[in-house]
């Protein structure tokens, strides 16, 4: 079975300036995909950024981008200018025909 | 257009009651997916369903838990004789199509939190 994990379960930084949240991921697989949720207090769910396996530019997503090291398993989140409103917990997953697995999250605090 | 939605938002319970939550997913939307978020956690996978396909039920903790898609739209989730440690934020996500070659994203319902006295 795929396993994630996120070796950080909280991390801080000051308005305006970068965070990169870590993801490690166990998996036999070839093809699959990777993402990054993040969680607010209320509670919703949403969607920051994904990336698939077979790809090997990096997905960018306005101020986010990954760091997608296959060989490595590994799967971090840039968070460039942090905003107040990026605090929140953030999820890495992994998904493979429709299982998706999440890490236990970490949770950011964008300090102004 | 619509997300996918979720009653009730809330539910307090008695500690063997049974209980029901509702997901209504995204219209269009084949894959259906149930999590289960404990206070401070990560998302437990609970059940999919995807089209008519037999839906995978291996997260589900235990035989109280049950889960019906009816005509591949809205699901509900059942608990029977419910338990103190099954409080939790219950989510619910759909997406357009979960083990085939088109988008692969979850989008989440806002959730259920589930209390039990």
């Known amino acids: 079975a795929q396993t994630v994990t996120q070796s950080q379960p909280e991390m801080s930084v000051q308005e305006a300036e970068t965070v990169t949240l870590s993801c490690t991921y166990d998996?036999?697989?070839?093809?699959?995909?990777l993402f990054w949720y993040k969680q607010p207090p209320s509670r919703q769910m949403i969607l920051v950024i994904r990336q698939e396996a077979y790809k090997q530019q990096n997905a960018t997503e306005n101020r986010f981008s990954v760091n997608f090291q296959k060989a490595a398993k590994s799967f971090s989140l840039k968070i460039s200018d942090s905003q107040l409103g990026d605090t929140a917990m953030y999820f890495c997953?992994?998904?493979?025909?429709?299982?998706?697995?999440f890490g236990a999250g970490t949770r950011l605090t964008v300090k102004p | 257009g619509a997300g996918v939605s979720q009653s009730p938002s809330n539910k307090v319970t008695e500690k063997g009651k049974d209980v029901e939550l509702r997901c209504d997913p995204i219209?269009?939307?084949?894959?259906l997916y149930w999590y289960r978020q404990s206070l401070g956690q990560g998302l437990e996978f609970l059940i999919y369903?995807?089209?008519?396909?037999?839906?995978?039920k291996s997260g589900l903790p235990s035989d109280r838990f049950s889960a019906e898609r009816t005509g591949g739209s809205v699901s509900t989730l059942t608990i029977q004789r419910t338990q103190q440690e099954d409080s939790a934020v219950y989510l619910c996500?759909?997406?357009?199509?979960?083990?085939?070659?088109?988008?692969?994203?979850?989008?989440f319902g806002p959730g259920t939190r589930l209390t039990v006295t």
């Open positions: 998996t036999s697989e070839s093809n699959y995909y």
């Open positions: 219209s269009g939307h084949t894959a």
């Open positions: 369903f995807q089209g008519n396909s037999a839906p995978d």
């Open positions: 996500a759909s997406s357009l199509d979960g083990a085939g070659a088109g988008t692969h994203e979850q989008y």
């Open positions: 997953a992994f998904m493979k025909l429709g299982d998706m697995r």
